[in-house]
C-alpha cells in the first residue's frame, strides 16, 4: 500500500463557554484535520490539537508545505519508520507529527477491519474513567459547576489553579462542600507557580481539602523545583507541561521529578510514542494518565484506543474533549456511562468526517 495524498485542513470549532486557567483564556479550539489517501482507496483521518503557539492552523502548514510531499510514495504500514522520517525532517512540532499518526493508525486498522486499540495490545479495561475540568472563575460558581458535573456521574473533577493562592484556595474550598466527600479532586496549576517554596506553601494550603494529585505545579523545565516540591508535600506531583516525548518522562525519572505522567497523543507526537511514554512509565512504576488539548473527535477517539489499551493508566483521564465544544466535526457520538467513556466502534479509529461541518468551521 502506499500513501497518495495528505492534507491537512484547519477549523476553527466554538466552545460553548469561556474557558480560563494560568495559560489564559480560550473561547474555541483551533485544530485541523488531516487525511491521508491511500492507493487502494482507504483513507485515514487524524487531527492536529494544540494550544500552543502555533496552534492547529500553523501545525497544519508542516504538514501541507512539508510533510505532505515528503511522505507521500510511502508505505503507511511502516508507522516507525514514517516517525523516524518526520523526526529528520522536523524539528519538534509534534502536534503535527501526532495528526499523521493518528491518520497511519486510522489506515492499518481500516485495512485490518480492526480497531486501533488492538494495534496496542487489545483491551484491558471495558470503560475508561473520566476526568472534567473545571475553568478559573468565580469560586462559588465554579462550585455549582462542578456539583453539575457529578449530577451528571462525573467522579474526578479538576480545578484549574496557579494564579491567586487566595482565590484558588476558595476555588477548591467550594468545590468540595459543594461535590462532598466521596469526589476526587485534583488540581492543576499550569506553571502558575514562580518557585519550589511558594508551591509548596500553597499545595500544603490546599491538602485539608483532600486532593488526588498536583499538576504541574511549576515551569516545564524545573524539574529539580518539582522534584524539591514532592519530597515536601504529601500530595502526588503529575507532570504534564513537563513531559511531551518520552525522552521528557525519561528525564523526569531521573530527576525524581514527579509521580504521575499525563501524556498527550498530540505532545507525544501521536498514539505509537504516546505508547512508550506509558511503557517508559511502566518499567519505572509511574502510573499514566490521558491528557486533553482539548481534542475534538478524531483527536478523542486516539486517545480513547489509547486508554484502552495501556496497563498502567491509572487515574482519570481527560478522553472527553469533544464535551468542551459547541460541535464537532465528525458524524459519530461517543458514549459516556456513569463517568466513564466506553470504546469507541471500529475498524480503525472508528470515526467518519462530516464534510459539512468541516466547510462550515474551516480557517478561511
Ligand atoms: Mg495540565
Not at 469561556?18 to 492507493?39: C, P, R, Y
Not at 468545590?175 to 518557585?195: C, F, H, L, Y
Not at 501521536?270 to 518499567?283: H, M, R
Amino acid at each position: 500500500m502506499k500513501i497518495t495524498k495528505i492534507t491537512a485542513t484547519p477549523v476553527r470549532v466554538p466552545r460553548p463557554q469561556l474557558f480560563m486557567s494560568s495559560l489564559g483564556k480560550n473561547l474555541a479550539s483551533e485544530n485541523a484535520v488531516v487525511e491521508i489517501d491511500t492507493d487502494q482507496g482507504v483513507t485515514g483521518v487524524g487531527e492536529i490539537c494544540s494550544i500552543w503557539d502555533r496552534k492547529g492552523r500553523g501545525d497544519a502548514e508542516d504538514i501541507n508545505d512539508l510533510l505532505a510531499e515528503a511522505l507521500t510514495g510511502r508505505d503507511p504500514f511502516r508507522i516507525a519508520e514514517i516517525h523516524g522520517a518526520m523526526d529528520s525532517l522536523l524539528h519538534r512540532s509534534y502536534p503535527a507529527k501526532a495528526g499523521i499518526d493518528m491518520a497511519l493508525y486510522d489506515i492499518v486498522g481500516k485495512s485490518l477491519k480492526t480497531p486501533v486499540y488492538n494495534l496496542l495490545g487489545g483491551m484491558v479495561r471495558d470503560r475508561v474513567l473520566l476526568s472534567h475540568s473545571l475553568s478559573m472563575g468565580d469560586p462559588e460558581e465554579i462550585g455549582d459547576y462542578a456539583a453539575n458535573l457529578v449530577k451528571q456521574g462525573y467522579k474526578t473533577i479538576k480545578a484549574k489553579i496557579g494564579m491567586d493562592a487566595e482565590s484558588d484556595e476558595a476555588t477548591v474550598a467550594a468545590v468540595r462542600s459543594k461535590v462532598g466527600d466521596d469526589i476526587t479532586i485534583r488540581v492543576d496549576a499550569n506553571m502558575g507557580w514562580k518557585n519550589p517554596k511558594e508551591a509548596v506553601r500553597n499545595i500544603k494550603a490546599l491538602e485539608p481539602y483532600n486532593l488526588e494529585l498536583v499538576e504541574q505545579p511549576l515551569h516545564y523545565s524545573d524539574l529539580e523545583g518539582l522534584h524539591h516540591i514532592r519530597e515536601h508535600v504529601d500530595t502526588p506531583i503529575m507532570a504534564d507541561e513537563s513531559v511531551w516525548t518520552p525522552s521528557d518522562a525519561m528525564a523526569c525519572i531521573k530527576a525524581g521529578s514527579v509521580d504521575i505522567f499525563n501524556v498527550y497523543v498530540s505532545e507525544a507526537g501521536g498514539i505509537f510514542p504516546g505508547s512508550k511514554i506509558f511503557a517508559i512509565g511502566e518499567a519505572a512504576r509511574i502510573p499514566c494518565i490521558i491528557g486533553s488539548m482539548p481534542e475534538l473527535g478524531i483527536g478523542t477517539s486516539a486517545q480513547a484506543h489509547l486508554a484502552f489499551a495501556m496497563q498502567n493508566l491509572g487515574y482519570g483521564s481527560d478522553v472527553n474533549g469533544f464535551v468542551y465544544h459547541s460541535d464537532d466535526i465528525i458524524n459519530e457520538k461517543f458514549s459516556i456511562e456513569d463517568g466513564h467513556l466506553l470504546p469507541p466502534p471500529g475498524p480503525g479509529l472508528g470515526v467518519t468526517l462530516n464534510r459539512d461541518k468541516i466547510e462550515q468551521y474551516r480557517i478561511k
